[in-house]
Structures are given as structure tokens and as C-alpha cells.
């Protein structure tokens, strides 16, 4: 090595240096800045989020290091099965340095993602020799306008830590793909594997990214060897978590029908009128995804500029943004792994890559550098004002939650569909709290189903239902939201009525919330005894309107035995199956015969495959039929 190389390794040394101590500083002052203008943990999701740590943080000083089941959200809930449990980790770590204080370690997260987040930025300018412009673009990682809205906006912890790893998962795609370095690949393995155990749909996502990214990278005359080396390291990383990823893909998202999957991918695009509008984080609604105009500029003058190995960033960015479009919607709904394509959520991938395109582009000189930092500091300028992206816990549900901890002494219910936010699955159960019924994880819950049914009920005001299976959760105490009383023209008197029916006395009432109060022991068990059971796909609409029905666990008739049917009074089918048709008849003749009441719901016969698929039962069997009819259901 040269004297020349020397001093140059030196002075890329102290750059170096210096970009680590400015990100050290920002990391500090940025978490004092923040704990000011925002009082309290800020988003949607956070004090769901916040929950799980602190109870991680409990069970670890019980000596659990991997806690199975919660007994106090969902009636007991497997609360890292469905959720990957690493950021919650790292947040349960973090409040060794705060007292166990869970909503201080928050504040610590804000300064830990702003100094680890940019520091893969700072590895690559100084790798490249431009460490100057790493340490800028190691600045503005947090304040980019998406990871910024996600932090103080959403308050989704888990993304929060994907978006510090991912770029040291970029750092060593690059360095190997660049380099062929073998001691990248072990950086590739590593930060898959904990990518994976923080986010499972990040790690799809940042796997489509990361193919698109090396499709886009590719030339003939380098060959693939080390794009599919990369991909299979990945691969590997995400298949040795396969302990843990093996249980989550059972139910949660991965159960959700292609209807619900859609609807949920409706939500997750914008068009270009907020996607690309600036303005909407000065003066419109701060909370609303924006992409950033910044970042298509730079692209695109990328594109048109760079050398052709260095605009794969710059492609995979423009890519990602026609994405996030909802014209092209009815394409991603056919694509395999539809259910992942939440495609704003690919935005902190385009950022990611973007930025490397950003430091290999050599041939940008200096004043077009700074040029391009200063258009990139302007739209991130509102990210600076994270006040205007504050959403405090909600008055009203403090309130509920405080009101159901002093009154509530097995079990908690609040109706209020979600409206008041997260707060209430934290402050019910928290602190020597009461356990709640509901929580804000309910896709993994066993209650699920329950769950979903007492919110229908609420929407339709069916209270007979809702009160009558509340017994069954062992809910003592249920607070429902006034605002939807009233809703489909029920008074108060007769939810007072439909309360009383099950044994629950109106003890508090305001305008904003009424509490009922189960008459009875402290503590209860509950042991159920239904008039009737209804079989089929339409189950859940009768029993809401007839409580005393249950929904049979199966639709096939042929799933249950004929003395089961037999203990109740009536049994409804509609929409049911069976797999054969002369076994399912019997059944149905052996019911009748013995004094049950067969109701069949004669819209939703099913057709029979083996005969005759267009012939539904009552033209096949009028003796059935009459038979039927005869017992004057």
C-alpha cells in the first residue's frame, strides 16, 4: 500500500468517524426533540405494540424466554405466534436503560432506529470512498417522507425495526454482488433471519424487492451466479427461522379468504394525487401516504444519467410507485403471493435501493450531489414536524379503560368496534388490570370468530346475541360505546332489556359510554346448553338473530353423529354439505323420525354432484319434504 492509500484509507477513516459521531448526535438530540413535541406514544397500533413488550419484558424476568400464551387478551391468546417477536425484544432490552419504564424505551427506539438505520449508509459511502454522502443520506434515512409517517403515524413497532435492518441487508447484497465478497453471504443469512422473526410480510416484500432489484442489476456478460447465489442465501435465511415461521403461517393472514385478502390490498394504494402531492404533509392530512416527488426526480434523472449497472435503484423505485397504483390492482390480485402485496409497504424497500443507487452513482460530481442531498432535505422537511403526524391515545377510550379496571373484577368487554383506538388493550390489562376480552392482535386469537361476531352484533344492534355470548366469554363487566346505540333505531331501554335477559344491570351511563354489570359471583365458569344447532355456511346470521342456536363448528352434515344432533330440539341446515347424498338423507329421516326439527333452508341446498347437479333435494324427495313440513317447525 501506498503512502497516497494510506492517507486516503485515513481520511476515509476519520470521515467515517465523524459521519458515526453526527448520527450519534442526531440519534440524542432527535430523541429529547421528539419525547417534547410528542408526550406520549404516538399511533394507531402502538399501544398494542407496547403491550406485548412490556408483558415480554415481565416473562423475561420470570425466567421465560419465550412466553407460549397470554391469558389476558382474547379469553388467552399465543401473542408471538402470528406477530414476530424480535422487535419486541429489542424493546423489552431497551427498558433495561429506562427503569422498565415500556413507554420511555418508545422514545429510545426513535434515537436506536435514527443512529443503527443510517449507519449501513455510512458502510457503504465509506466502502465506496464517498463518505461525506453517506453520512447525508445516513442523516435523512428516518426523515424519508414514508419511514417517518410510519414511526409517528401508524406506530407499528415491527416495521420500525425492519426498516433499521434492511439496509445492512442491502449493504451486503451490495458488497457481494459488487464484490463477491463470501463474507457478505453471512451478513445476507443473518439479517434475513432476523427480518424474518420481525416481520413476516416485510420479508416477502423485501424477497419481491430484492428479485426486482437484481433482475433489473443484471447483464449478460456478468452472468446470474451471483444474483441466485444471493437469492438462495435468502432463501435459506427465511427457511432456518422455518421453526418459528412453520406455526405463523397457520391462520392470521395466510387463513384470510382472496375476498378479505383484496379488500385489504385496497387499502394499502394511492393514486398519484397523494402519492406525488407534497403539499399534503404542509397543509392537508400529514397522516396520508406520500411517496415522495423528490425520489421519482432523482430517479428519473438517474435513469436517463447513470451508468447502466448503477440505476437498478432508480428503476425499482418508478416500478414500485406505478405499484402503489390502483390501476394496476386487477394484476396483482392474479399474481402468486397476492396476500403480501400491500404495496405501499414496498416503499422503505425503494427508498432503500434508491439510496444505493444514490453513492454507486460515481460519475454525479459534487455540485450535483449537493444539489440532489438539498432536494431530498426539502421533502423531508415536514418530517421534521412530528407533531403534525401526532396521534395520541384517544380521551375517550383512557377513559372506557380506566372506567372497566374499576369496575371489572374476571373479565372486561368494550364495544366499541376499534373507535377508540389501541389504548384500551393496553390500559385495561396492564399494572394489576383485569383481563380483557378483546386486544389488538385478533387475527391470532382462538376467540377470533367470537370476536368478530360481537362486533356484528354491535353494528346490527342485535344485544340479545351480544350480551347472551358476553356470559360465555366470562365477561363480568362490557362498556359499549354509546355513539352506537341507536345506530339501527334501538333505544337504551331496550338494550337495558336485552342486558337484563342475560343478567347484566346498567350501572354507568354517560354520553359516552354505558357500562353493564354482570349479577352474580366474582368469579364464574359457564356451562352452555343450546335449544338448537345451525349447520352451514349461513350459520352466523341465524344464530345473531337466535341466540339460543349455536353455529355448528362444521358445514358438512356428515361431520357430526346422528345422537349429537339428536340432544338438540332443532336443527337448522342452510347453505350446508355432505359427501354422500343417500347417508345424509338417513340422517336427516332418523332426526325427524326421532322428534327433532329439521329446518332446511331450501335457498341454499346443495346441488348433488354424483346425480343430477342441477335437482336441489325437494324435487328429488317431496316424501322428505312433507315429512319435514309435517313437524310444523
Request: charged content about 20%.
Amino acid at each position: 500500500m501506498t503512502e497516497k492509500d494510506k492517507l486516503s484509507r485515513r481520511k476515509l477513516n476519520i470521515y467515517f468517524t465523524l459521519g458515526v459521531v453526527v448520527l450519534a448526535v442526531l440519534a440524542v438530540v432527535g430523541v429529547i426533540h421528539f419525547k417534547s413535541v410528542v408526550p406520549e406514544p404516538s399511533g394507531n397500533d402502538v399501544w398494542g405494540h407496547l403491550y406485548k413488550s412490556e408483558y415480554l419484558y415481565k416473562a423475561l424476568k420470570r425466567g421465560q424466554i419465550y412466553p407460549l400464551y397470554d391469558e389476558t387478551w382474547y379469553n388467552g391468546i399465543q401473542l408471538y405466534r402470528y406477530w414476530p417477536p424480535l422487535s419486541y425484544y429489542i424493546t423489552a432490552v431497551l427498558m433495561c436503560f429506562t427503569g422498565e419504564n415500556v413507554i420511555n424505551a418508545y422514545y429510545l427506539l426513535f434515537g436506536v432506529y435514527i443512529f443503527f438505520g443510517g449507519l449501513a449508509f455510512l458502510l457503504i459511502g465509506r466502502r465506496i470512498g464517498r463518505p461525506v454522502f453517506g453520512t447525508s443520506l445516513a442523516v435523512l434515512w428516518f426523515f424519508m417522507p414514508e419511514n417517518a409517517r410510519m414511526y409517528v403515524d401508524e406506530g407499528n413497532m415491527p416495521r420500525m425495526v425492519v426498516s433499521f435492518l434492511l439496509p445492512y441487508l442491502i449493504y451486503f447484497i451490495w458488497v457481494y454482488l459488487r464484490e463477491e465478497r463470501r463474507w457478505a453471504l453471512a451478513g445476507i443469512l443473518i439479517f434475513t433471519m432476523l427480518i424474518t422473526v420481525t416481520h413476516i410480510m416485510m420479508i416477502a416484500m423485501i424477497g419481491i424487492g430484492t428479485f426486482l432489484f437484481l433482475l433489473f442489476d443484471h447483464h449478460r456478460k456478468m452472468g446470474i451466479r451471483r444474483q441466485v447465489v444471493i437469492l438462495l442465501t435468502m432463501i435459506c435465511g427465511i427457511l432456518i427461522m422455518g421453526v418459528w415461521l412453520v406455526p405463523s403461517l397457520t391462520g392470521g393472514i395466510s387463513s384470510m379468504d382472496s375476498e378479505s385478502a383484496s379488500d385489504v390490498m385496497t387499502m394499502w394504494m394511492s393514486d398519484f394525487s397523494s402519492s406525488l402531492n407534497p403539499l399534503n404533509r404542509i397543509n392537508g392530512d400529514a397522516g396520508a401516504f406520500y411517496y415522495g416527488i423528490s425520489v421519482v426526480l432523482l430517479s428519473i434523472v438517474g435513469i436517463l444519467l447513470a451508468d447502466n449497472r448503477k440505476k437498478s435503484g432508480f428503476i425499482l423505485a418508478l416500478v414500485i410507485l406505478v405499484l402503489t397504483t390502483p390501476d394496476v390492482l386487477p394484476i396483482l390480485r392474479k399474481m402468486p403471493m397476492s396476500q403480501a402485496l400491500w404495496m405501499t409497504r414496498f416503499t422503505v424497500i425503494a427508498y432503500g435501493f434508491f439510496f444505493l443507487s444514490l453513492i454507486e452513482w460515481n460519475r454525479l460530481r459534487k455540485p450535483f450531489v449537493v444539489a440532489a442531498v438539498i432536494i431530498l432535505v426539502i421533502d423531508a422537511v415536514p418530517s421534521f414536524t412530528f407533531e403534525r403526524y401526532d396521534i395520541p391515545a384517544n380521551d375517550d377510550g383512557v377513559a372506557a379503560a380506566y372506567l372497566l379496571r374499576d369496575n371489572t373484577t374476571q373479565r372486561a368487554s368494550l364495544m366499541d368496534l376499534s373507535s377508540l383506538g389501541s389504548y384500551p388493550s393496553y390500559g385495561v390489562c396492564t399494572d394489576g388490570g383485569a383481563p380483557y376480552t378483546f386486544g389488538w392482535a385478533w387475527q391470532g386469537a382462538a376467540t377470533a370468530d367470537n370476536i368478530m361476531l360481537l362486533n356484528q352484533a354491535l353494528e346490527n344492534e342485535q344485544y340479545d346475541y351480544l350480551f347472551d355470548r358476553s356470559v360465555e366469554l366470562g365477561d363480568d363487566t362490557v362498556a359499549i360505546d354509546r355513539k352506537y346505540i341507536g345506530a339501527k333505531g334501538k333505544t337504551l331501554d331496550e338494550v337495558t332489556a336485552s342486558a337484563k335477559k342475560s343478567g347484566y344491570t346498567l350501572t354507568y351511563e354517560s354520553d359516552k359510554v354505558c357500562l353493564f354489570k354482570l349479577d352474580g359471583p366474582e368469579k364464574f365458569g359457564v356451562v352452555t346448553q343450546y335449544d338448537g344447532i345451525v349447520i352451514g355456511d349461513y350459520a352466523d346470521g341465524i344464530t345473531l338473530a337466535f341466540p339460543s342456536f349455536k353455529a355448528g363448528m362444521s358445514s358438512n352434515i356428515e361431520d357430526y353423529s346422528t345422537d349429537e344432533l339428536k340432544s338438540y330440539r332443532t336443527v337448522i341446515l342452510t347453505g350446508f354439505s355432505y359427501d354422500t347424498r343417500q347417508k345424509a338423507e338417513e340422517m336427516v329421516r332418523s332426526l325427524a323420525d326421532s322428534g327433532v326439527n329439521v329446518v332446511i333452508d331450501m335457498t341454499h341446498v346443495p346441488a348433488d354432484s354424483a346425480t343430477s347437479p342441477c335437482m336441489p333435494w325437494e324435487l328429488q324427495l317431496p316424501s322428505l319434504q312433507q315429512q319435514l313440513l309435517s313437524k310444523k317447525v
